[in-house]
């Protein structure tokens, strides 16, 4: 699992990600939080642990941003403790809030507790491509992927039965019921899904359908 922390405190920010990084995750650090953005932009995360005063900007305004624009959980570590800190960010779509001083075992805890549960079932990822199923997202790189209904009733039905054949008399069933599409009209579908998403993700077995990688 690859961490990204966001801590202006040097001794706290460097002990922290030694203890993460021998605890099995990949830690990066950001003291710099001006390069927050810059760098989620080129990399993929599974979560963030962002502490809430920092030298530049505040911390609200980044979990605000990166809400905004990644599908990623983030916790808050900051030395903030009154009720009502903790109600902004939540408010702000927080998924979990430390308070300093703590214990970095507890920090550990919390981030294996919160991905669990934020990368439930519904949650496909392969390679750089996150699908979500519940809430009908699709991300590549952590950009999001704009698809018509259509698009995502197809990737939806592979996705569901991924590491299985999806016939193409099935797919045309299910997203066309009245019968209105032909082979030609799957074929096009896949291929734009293709395109979109990358080539390796969808298998096409001649003369037997599709399949998701599993």
């Known amino acids: 699992m690859k961490v990204l922390l966001i801590?202006?405190?040097?001794?706290?920010?460097?002990?922290?990600?030694?203890?993460?990084d021998k605890n099995g995750f990949e830690c990066e650090w950001v003291e710099d939080d001006r390069?927050?953005?810059?760098?989620?932009n080129s990399s993929t995360f599974d979560i963030v642990v962002l502490d809430l005063i920092l030298k530049y900007s505040k911390g609200e305004d980044i979990l605000k941003s990166i809400k905004r624009k990644y599908s990623l959980p983030v916790i808050i570590m900051t030395a903030k403790d009154h009720i009502e800190d903790k109600e902004v960010c939540f408010s702000l779509?927080?998924?979990?809030?430390?308070?300093?001083?703590?214990?970095p075992k507890e920090l550990l805890l919390r981030i294996n507790t919160v991905s669990k549960r934020y990368y439930a079932m519904d949650l496909v990822r392969v390679g750089d491509v996150e699908i979500d199923l519940?809430?009908?997202?699709?991300?590549?790189?952590g950009k999001l992927i704009d698809l018509t209904n259509r698009d995502w009733q197809l990737l939806e039905?592979?996705?569901?039965?991924?590491?299985?054949v999806v016939s193409t008399e099935t797919i045309i069933s299910y997203i066309w019921p009245d019968g209105d599409a032909a082979f030609d009209s799957v074929r096009a579908y896949i291929k734009r899904l293709r395109e979109a998403l990358g080539?390796?993700?969808?298998?096409?077995?001649?003369?037997?359908?599709?399949?998701f990688l599993d």
């Open 7 to 20: 801590e202006d405190d040097a001794y706290l920010g460097d002990a922290l990600k030694r203890y993460l």
């Open 35 to 40: 390069d927050v953005m810059l760098i989620l």
């Open 93 to 103: 779509g927080a998924d979990d809030y430390i308070v300093k001083p703590f214990n």
């Open 157 to 164: 039905l592979l996705v569901r039965n991924r590491g299985k």
């Open 199 to 211: 080539k390796e993700l969808i298998k096409n077995l001649k003369g037997r359908g599709y399949m």
């Open 134 to 141: 519940n809430k009908k997202t699709v991300r590549k790189g």
